[in-house]
Protein backbone atom coordinates (compact mmCIF):
# COMPACT_ATOMS: atom_id res chain seq x y z
CA UNK A 1 0.00 0.00 0.00
CA UNK A 2 2.62 2.47 1.30
CA UNK A 3 4.63 1.90 -2.26
CA UNK A 4 1.16 2.33 -4.27
CA UNK A 5 0.34 5.51 -2.41
CA UNK A 6 3.96 6.95 -3.96
CA UNK A 7 3.14 5.82 -6.94
CA UNK A 8 -0.15 7.62 -7.37
CA UNK A 9 1.47 10.32 -5.97
CA UNK A 10 4.23 10.41 -8.42
CA UNK A 11 1.55 10.03 -11.58
CA UNK A 12 -0.34 12.97 -10.13
CA UNK A 13 2.74 14.97 -9.78
CA UNK A 14 3.73 14.12 -13.86
CA UNK A 15 0.23 15.06 -14.97
CA UNK A 16 0.56 18.32 -13.25
CA UNK A 17 4.12 18.74 -14.53
CA UNK A 18 2.83 17.63 -18.29
CA UNK A 19 0.37 20.79 -18.11
CA UNK A 20 2.56 23.39 -16.01
CA UNK A 21 5.29 23.07 -17.95
CA UNK A 22 4.72 24.07 -20.82
CA UNK A 23 2.48 27.04 -19.69
CA UNK A 24 5.33 28.50 -17.84
CA UNK A 25 7.65 27.91 -20.69
CA UNK A 26 4.96 29.67 -23.11
CA UNK A 27 4.43 32.16 -20.17
CA UNK A 28 8.43 32.86 -19.70
CA UNK A 29 8.66 33.40 -23.60
CA UNK A 30 5.64 35.81 -23.97
CA UNK A 31 6.49 38.17 -20.96
CA UNK A 32 10.91 38.19 -22.29
CA UNK A 33 9.31 38.97 -25.87
CA UNK A 34 6.86 41.75 -24.03
CA UNK A 35 10.14 43.10 -22.11
CA UNK A 36 12.19 43.46 -25.32
CA UNK A 37 9.05 44.71 -27.38
CA UNK A 38 7.54 47.03 -24.83
CA UNK A 39 10.44 49.78 -25.07
CA UNK A 40 10.23 49.74 -28.89
CA UNK A 41 6.25 50.26 -29.05
CA UNK A 42 6.01 52.36 -26.01
CA UNK A 43 8.51 54.74 -25.74
CA UNK A 44 7.98 56.34 -29.21
CA UNK A 45 4.36 56.98 -27.91
CA UNK A 46 5.87 58.97 -24.74
CA UNK A 47 8.15 60.75 -27.06
CA UNK A 48 5.70 63.27 -28.42
CA UNK A 49 5.15 66.92 -27.82
CA UNK A 50 1.87 66.35 -25.47
CA UNK A 51 -1.04 67.39 -26.65
CA UNK A 52 -1.85 69.00 -22.96
CA UNK A 53 1.11 70.90 -23.05
CA UNK A 54 0.60 73.72 -20.85
CA UNK A 55 3.44 76.20 -19.55
CA UNK A 56 3.18 79.64 -17.73
CA UNK A 57 6.56 81.23 -17.23
CA UNK A 58 7.11 84.69 -15.51
CA UNK A 59 10.30 86.17 -16.15
CA UNK A 60 11.37 89.45 -14.00
CA UNK A 61 14.42 92.30 -14.77
CA UNK A 62 17.48 91.14 -12.73
CA UNK A 63 20.38 93.70 -11.26
CA UNK A 64 23.02 93.42 -14.25
CA UNK A 65 24.83 97.11 -14.18
CA UNK A 66 22.28 98.67 -16.04
CA UNK A 67 21.17 101.25 -13.99
CA UNK A 68 22.45 102.29 -10.26
CA UNK A 69 19.64 100.93 -8.26
CA UNK A 70 18.68 97.05 -8.17
CA UNK A 71 15.25 97.36 -7.30
CA UNK A 72 14.67 99.16 -10.55
CA UNK A 73 17.15 97.17 -12.90
CA UNK A 74 15.93 98.20 -16.57
CA UNK A 75 16.08 101.15 -18.52
CA UNK A 76 12.38 101.88 -20.79
CA UNK A 77 12.08 104.50 -22.93
CA UNK A 78 9.14 106.88 -21.58
CA UNK A 79 6.52 106.89 -24.35
CA UNK A 80 4.50 109.93 -23.32
CA UNK A 81 8.41 112.02 -23.54
CA UNK A 82 7.14 112.03 -26.89
CA UNK A 83 5.10 115.16 -26.87
CA UNK A 84 7.23 116.70 -24.33
CA UNK A 85 10.49 118.76 -24.88
CA UNK A 86 13.00 115.82 -25.51
CA UNK A 87 13.50 112.23 -25.19
CA UNK A 88 13.23 110.70 -21.32
CA UNK A 89 14.57 107.28 -20.47
CA UNK A 90 13.59 105.87 -17.11
CA UNK A 91 14.51 103.11 -14.58
CA UNK A 92 12.20 100.29 -14.09
CA UNK A 93 11.07 96.56 -12.86
CA UNK A 94 10.00 94.75 -15.53
CA UNK A 95 7.91 91.25 -15.75
CA UNK A 96 7.16 89.11 -18.19
CA UNK A 97 5.18 86.88 -18.75
CA UNK A 98 4.25 83.78 -21.12
CA UNK A 99 1.32 81.28 -21.23
CA UNK A 100 1.94 78.25 -24.05
CA UNK A 101 -1.14 75.91 -24.37
CA UNK A 102 -2.54 73.47 -27.20
CA UNK A 103 -5.23 74.83 -30.03
CA UNK A 104 -6.86 73.23 -33.02
CA UNK A 105 -5.99 71.62 -35.29
CA UNK A 106 -3.82 69.23 -32.89
CA UNK A 107 -3.52 65.44 -33.97
CA UNK A 108 -1.46 62.38 -33.40
CA UNK A 109 1.28 63.98 -35.70
CA UNK A 110 1.42 67.82 -35.49
CA UNK A 111 0.29 70.28 -32.38
CA UNK A 112 -0.69 73.22 -32.93
CA UNK A 113 0.19 75.65 -29.36
CA UNK A 114 -0.64 79.22 -28.62
CA UNK A 115 1.82 81.43 -26.91
CA UNK A 116 0.44 84.64 -25.45
CA UNK A 117 3.06 87.41 -24.07
CA UNK A 118 3.29 90.51 -22.39
CA UNK A 119 5.98 92.79 -20.95
CA UNK A 120 4.46 94.19 -17.89
CA UNK A 121 6.01 97.61 -16.35
CA UNK A 122 5.53 97.16 -12.34
CA UNK A 123 7.19 100.34 -11.15
CA UNK A 124 9.34 103.19 -12.16
CA UNK A 125 11.26 105.78 -11.06
CA UNK A 126 9.42 109.60 -11.32
CA UNK A 127 12.21 112.01 -10.12
CA UNK A 128 12.11 110.77 -6.21
CA UNK A 129 9.14 108.72 -6.27
CA UNK A 130 8.51 104.87 -7.24
CA UNK A 131 5.30 105.09 -9.10
CA UNK A 132 3.60 102.04 -10.38
CA UNK A 133 1.93 102.30 -13.85
CA UNK A 134 -2.01 101.21 -14.31
CA UNK A 135 -2.79 98.91 -16.78
CA UNK A 136 -6.13 99.34 -18.65
CA UNK A 137 -8.57 96.37 -19.24
CA UNK A 138 -8.44 94.32 -21.97
CA UNK A 139 -9.54 95.53 -25.32
CA UNK A 140 -9.92 99.01 -23.81
CA UNK A 141 -7.52 102.20 -25.02
CA UNK A 142 -4.37 102.47 -24.29
CA UNK A 143 -2.24 105.65 -23.24
CA UNK A 144 1.60 106.08 -23.32
CA UNK A 145 1.43 106.00 -19.51
CA UNK A 146 -0.19 102.18 -19.48
CA UNK A 147 1.71 99.24 -17.50
CA UNK A 148 1.79 96.61 -20.69
CA UNK A 149 4.62 97.65 -22.78
CA UNK A 150 4.51 94.91 -25.02
CA UNK A 151 2.20 91.97 -26.39
CA UNK A 152 2.37 89.25 -29.16
CA UNK A 153 0.29 86.05 -29.64
CA UNK A 154 1.90 83.58 -31.33
CA UNK A 155 0.74 80.87 -32.77
CA UNK A 156 2.75 77.58 -34.83
CA UNK A 157 1.96 73.76 -35.60
CA UNK A 158 5.11 71.33 -34.19
CA UNK A 159 5.97 67.93 -35.46
CA UNK A 160 4.81 66.36 -32.46
CA UNK A 161 7.74 63.65 -32.65
CA UNK A 162 10.54 66.39 -33.32
CA UNK A 163 9.38 69.47 -31.49
CA UNK A 164 9.86 71.20 -34.80
CA UNK A 165 7.89 73.35 -36.62
CA UNK A 166 6.21 72.13 -39.52
CA UNK A 167 5.35 75.29 -41.88
CA UNK A 168 1.69 74.59 -41.51
CA UNK A 169 0.66 77.33 -39.42
CA UNK A 170 3.34 80.24 -38.11
CA UNK A 171 1.67 83.76 -37.15
CA UNK A 172 2.71 86.27 -34.93
CA UNK A 173 -0.55 88.42 -33.79
CA UNK A 174 0.81 91.99 -32.81
CA UNK A 175 -1.35 92.79 -29.93
CA UNK A 176 -1.77 93.73 -26.97
CA UNK A 177 -3.01 91.36 -24.44
CA UNK A 178 -2.80 92.28 -20.63
CA UNK A 179 -4.47 89.12 -19.58
CA UNK A 180 -1.99 86.81 -21.25
CA UNK A 181 -3.33 84.51 -23.57
CA UNK A 182 -6.80 84.59 -25.66
CA UNK A 183 -7.76 82.14 -28.09
CA UNK A 184 -7.68 83.55 -32.24
CA UNK A 185 -10.94 83.91 -33.63
CA UNK A 186 -10.43 86.28 -36.48
CA UNK A 187 -8.22 86.74 -39.02
CA UNK A 188 -6.70 90.10 -38.56
CA UNK A 189 -3.89 91.56 -36.92
CA UNK A 190 -1.62 88.99 -37.80
CA UNK A 191 1.57 88.17 -39.96
CA UNK A 192 3.34 85.36 -41.61
CA UNK A 193 5.99 84.26 -39.05
CA UNK A 194 7.74 81.02 -40.80
CA UNK A 195 10.65 79.86 -38.77
CA UNK A 196 12.75 76.29 -38.27
CA UNK A 197 14.08 76.67 -34.90
CA UNK A 198 12.88 75.24 -31.75
CA UNK A 199 10.83 77.51 -29.58
CA UNK A 200 9.14 76.43 -26.69
CA UNK A 201 10.63 73.23 -26.22
CA UNK A 202 13.50 71.16 -27.72
CA UNK A 203 12.96 67.79 -29.55
CA UNK A 204 14.04 64.38 -27.32
CA UNK A 205 17.48 63.26 -26.52
CA UNK A 206 18.99 66.49 -26.67
CA UNK A 207 23.08 66.55 -27.50
CA UNK A 208 26.05 68.54 -26.92
CA UNK A 209 25.14 70.50 -29.90
CA UNK A 210 24.13 73.33 -32.08
CA UNK A 211 20.21 73.56 -32.76
CA UNK A 212 18.05 76.51 -34.79
CA UNK A 213 16.32 78.28 -32.18
CA UNK A 214 13.52 81.06 -33.24
CA UNK A 215 13.63 84.57 -31.58
CA UNK A 216 10.33 85.86 -31.85
CA UNK A 217 11.10 89.58 -31.54
CA UNK A 218 13.26 89.87 -34.08
CA UNK A 219 11.48 86.68 -36.21
CA UNK A 220 15.19 85.29 -36.76
CA UNK A 221 16.57 81.49 -36.76
CA UNK A 222 19.98 81.75 -34.72
CA UNK A 223 21.95 78.81 -33.61
CA UNK A 224 21.53 77.71 -30.12
CA UNK A 225 24.89 76.62 -29.07
CA UNK A 226 25.52 73.88 -26.31
CA UNK A 227 28.25 75.59 -23.83
CA UNK A 228 27.98 73.84 -20.46
CA UNK A 229 25.93 70.89 -18.07
CA UNK A 230 24.82 72.19 -14.71
CA UNK A 231 22.06 70.40 -12.55
CA UNK A 232 18.69 72.10 -11.46
CA UNK A 233 16.97 70.91 -9.15
CA UNK A 234 18.40 67.69 -9.44
CA UNK A 235 17.87 67.34 -12.81
CA UNK A 236 20.99 67.71 -15.86
CA UNK A 237 20.62 70.46 -17.65
CA UNK A 238 22.21 71.37 -21.19
CA UNK A 239 23.02 75.37 -21.33
CA UNK A 240 22.24 76.89 -25.19
CA UNK A 241 23.29 80.44 -25.70
CA UNK A 242 21.96 82.49 -28.89
CA UNK A 243 23.56 85.50 -30.03
CA UNK A 244 20.67 87.26 -31.84
CA UNK A 245 22.25 89.74 -34.59
CA UNK A 246 20.83 93.03 -34.58
CA UNK A 247 17.99 94.50 -36.47
CA UNK A 248 16.20 97.47 -37.25
CA UNK A 249 12.74 96.85 -36.16
CA UNK A 250 11.45 99.01 -39.02
CA UNK A 251 11.92 96.29 -41.17
CA UNK A 252 9.72 93.90 -39.90
CA UNK A 253 6.68 93.20 -41.28
CA UNK A 254 3.26 94.02 -39.71
CA UNK A 255 -0.52 93.68 -40.69
CA UNK A 256 -1.15 97.27 -41.94
CA UNK A 257 2.08 96.89 -44.14
CA UNK A 258 3.72 99.99 -42.39
CA UNK A 259 6.72 100.39 -39.95
CA UNK A 260 4.95 99.35 -36.40
CA UNK A 261 4.35 102.27 -34.50
CA UNK A 262 7.55 103.81 -32.30
CA UNK A 263 10.11 101.63 -34.50
CA UNK A 264 10.87 104.72 -35.85
CA UNK A 265 10.69 108.66 -35.01
CA UNK A 266 11.70 111.95 -36.31
CA UNK A 267 12.10 114.95 -34.02
CA UNK A 268 14.62 117.69 -34.00
CA UNK A 269 17.99 117.53 -32.70
CA UNK A 270 17.33 118.91 -29.41
CA UNK A 271 14.03 116.37 -28.48
CA UNK A 272 16.63 113.57 -29.12
CA UNK A 273 19.83 115.44 -27.05
CA UNK A 274 22.21 115.34 -29.93
CA UNK A 275 25.09 118.54 -29.56
CA UNK A 276 26.78 119.68 -32.95
CA UNK A 277 23.74 119.71 -35.14
CA UNK A 278 21.13 122.61 -35.22
CA UNK A 279 18.77 121.78 -32.81
CA UNK A 280 15.73 122.25 -34.89
CA UNK A 281 16.82 119.89 -37.22
CA UNK A 282 14.48 117.16 -38.36
CA UNK A 283 16.14 113.55 -37.59
CA UNK A 284 15.32 109.94 -37.64
CA UNK A 285 16.51 107.66 -35.75
CA UNK A 286 14.37 103.98 -36.05
CA UNK A 287 14.84 101.23 -33.35
CA UNK A 288 17.08 98.47 -33.27
CA UNK A 289 16.86 95.14 -31.24
CA UNK A 290 19.61 92.26 -30.45
CA UNK A 291 19.65 90.20 -27.59
CA UNK A 292 21.59 86.91 -25.69
CA UNK A 293 19.28 84.24 -24.67
CA UNK A 294 20.64 81.28 -22.37
CA UNK A 295 18.23 78.32 -22.33
CA UNK A 296 18.87 75.29 -19.81
CA UNK A 297 17.02 72.21 -21.30
CA UNK A 298 16.68 68.47 -19.48
CA UNK A 299 18.50 66.36 -22.43
CA UNK A 300 16.00 63.24 -22.61
CA UNK A 301 12.66 65.81 -22.79
CA UNK A 302 13.93 68.66 -24.43
CA UNK A 303 11.61 70.07 -21.76
CA UNK A 304 13.38 74.04 -20.66
CA UNK A 305 13.90 74.12 -17.23
CA UNK A 306 15.36 77.79 -16.66
CA UNK A 307 15.94 80.88 -19.29
CA UNK A 308 16.96 83.94 -19.16
CA UNK A 309 17.35 87.05 -21.96
CA UNK A 310 19.41 90.22 -22.18
CA UNK A 311 17.16 91.98 -24.18
CA UNK A 312 18.63 95.36 -25.56
CA UNK A 313 16.59 97.63 -27.94
CA UNK A 314 17.66 101.30 -28.61
CA UNK A 315 16.83 104.14 -30.83
CA UNK A 316 20.02 105.09 -33.45
CA UNK A 317 20.10 106.55 -37.07
CA UNK A 318 19.22 104.09 -39.93
CA UNK A 319 22.26 105.14 -41.62
CA UNK A 320 24.73 105.19 -39.69
CA UNK A 321 27.04 103.45 -41.99
CA UNK A 322 26.91 106.92 -44.28
CA UNK A 323 30.26 108.76 -43.65
CA UNK A 324 28.40 111.94 -45.20
CA UNK A 325 26.16 112.02 -42.30
CA UNK A 326 27.04 113.94 -39.14
CA UNK A 327 29.45 111.98 -36.58
CA UNK A 328 27.32 112.83 -33.51
CA UNK A 329 24.20 111.35 -35.66
CA UNK A 330 26.22 108.61 -36.54
CA UNK A 331 27.42 107.69 -32.57
CA UNK A 332 24.26 108.62 -31.29
CA UNK A 333 22.29 106.00 -29.13
CA UNK A 334 19.42 105.70 -26.69
CA UNK A 335 18.45 103.15 -25.01
CA UNK A 336 14.50 102.35 -25.69
CA UNK A 337 14.36 98.56 -23.62
CA UNK A 338 16.99 97.26 -21.78
CA UNK A 339 16.95 94.34 -19.40
CA UNK A 340 18.52 90.99 -18.36
CA UNK A 341 15.14 89.09 -17.67
CA UNK A 342 15.50 85.94 -15.75
CA UNK A 343 12.41 83.35 -14.80
CA UNK A 344 11.56 82.96 -11.26
CA UNK A 345 11.88 80.29 -9.16
CA UNK A 346 8.49 79.41 -9.39
CA UNK A 347 8.62 78.80 -12.73
CA UNK A 348 11.69 76.68 -12.70
CA UNK A 349 10.12 74.60 -9.99
CA UNK A 350 6.82 73.95 -12.14
CA UNK A 351 8.94 73.71 -15.44
CA UNK A 352 11.50 71.14 -13.13
CA UNK A 353 8.29 69.11 -12.06
CA UNK A 354 7.11 68.96 -15.30
CA UNK A 355 10.26 67.16 -16.70
CA UNK A 356 10.47 65.01 -13.65
CA UNK A 357 7.16 63.49 -14.76
CA UNK A 358 8.46 63.06 -18.39
CA UNK A 359 11.82 61.79 -17.55
CA UNK A 360 10.05 59.38 -14.70
CA UNK A 361 7.59 58.30 -17.63
CA UNK A 362 10.22 57.47 -20.23
CA UNK A 363 11.94 55.47 -17.20
CA UNK A 364 9.19 53.90 -16.89
CA UNK A 365 8.47 52.67 -20.53
CA UNK A 366 12.08 51.74 -21.59
CA UNK A 367 13.82 50.40 -18.48
CA UNK A 368 11.57 49.85 -15.69
CA UNK A 369 8.70 47.83 -16.84
CA UNK A 370 10.54 45.80 -19.22
CA UNK A 371 12.94 44.79 -16.68
CA UNK A 372 9.85 43.24 -14.33
CA UNK A 373 8.55 42.02 -17.16
CA UNK A 374 11.64 39.82 -18.76
CA UNK A 375 13.02 38.81 -14.87
CA UNK A 376 9.27 37.35 -14.11
CA UNK A 377 9.44 35.60 -17.99
CA UNK A 378 13.09 34.85 -17.32
CA UNK A 379 12.35 32.78 -14.29
CA UNK A 380 9.01 31.49 -15.64
CA UNK A 381 10.82 30.37 -18.58
CA UNK A 382 13.85 28.80 -16.32
CA UNK A 383 10.92 26.93 -13.47
CA UNK A 384 9.64 25.69 -16.62
CA UNK A 385 12.50 24.06 -18.39
CA UNK A 386 13.00 22.41 -14.92
CA UNK A 387 9.75 20.98 -14.62
CA UNK A 388 9.45 19.75 -17.95
CA UNK A 389 13.55 17.68 -17.19
CA UNK A 390 12.09 16.37 -14.04
CA UNK A 391 8.95 15.22 -15.43
CA UNK A 392 11.21 13.38 -17.93
CA UNK A 393 13.60 11.72 -15.22
CA UNK A 394 10.92 10.84 -12.93
CA UNK A 395 8.75 9.02 -15.28
CA UNK A 396 7.91 5.55 -14.00
CA UNK A 397 10.08 2.13 -15.95
CA UNK A 398 7.62 -0.38 -17.78
CA UNK A 399 8.90 -2.55 -15.23
CA UNK A 400 8.01 -0.80 -12.23
CA UNK A 401 4.39 -0.88 -13.55
CA UNK A 402 4.54 -4.56 -14.29
CA UNK A 403 5.30 -4.72 -10.57
CA UNK A 404 3.01 -2.70 -8.82
Not at 109 to 134: C, Y
Not at 231 to 249: C, H, M, R, W
Request: charged share 25%; glycine share 8%.
Amino acid sequence: MPYLSSHIGIRRELTINRFLAPALIFFGVAAVTAAIAVPVWLVPQLKVVPLDLDITTVAVSQPAGITDDDELPAKVFDRCSVSGPRAEVFDAHLTQQRRTVVIEPSDSDQVTVQSGQTVRIDRIRDGDEIVEPNVAAVDSARTCSDGVLTGNIDVVSLNRETSKPNGEIHRLHTVQAPAGVRTIEDESNFVEAPREGFQYKFGFDVEKSEYPYYDVNTRQDVPAKFVGETKINGLTAYEFVSEVPEIDQVQLETPSGEPAPGTSLEMPASWWGIEGVPANEKIVMDRFATATRHVWVEPKTGTVLRGLEEQHQYFKSPGWEDPGLAQPIRDFRMDVFKATMAWDSATEDRQSDKASGYVDQLRWGGVIIPAIVGTIGGISLIAGIVLLIRRRSDRPTGGQDLAG
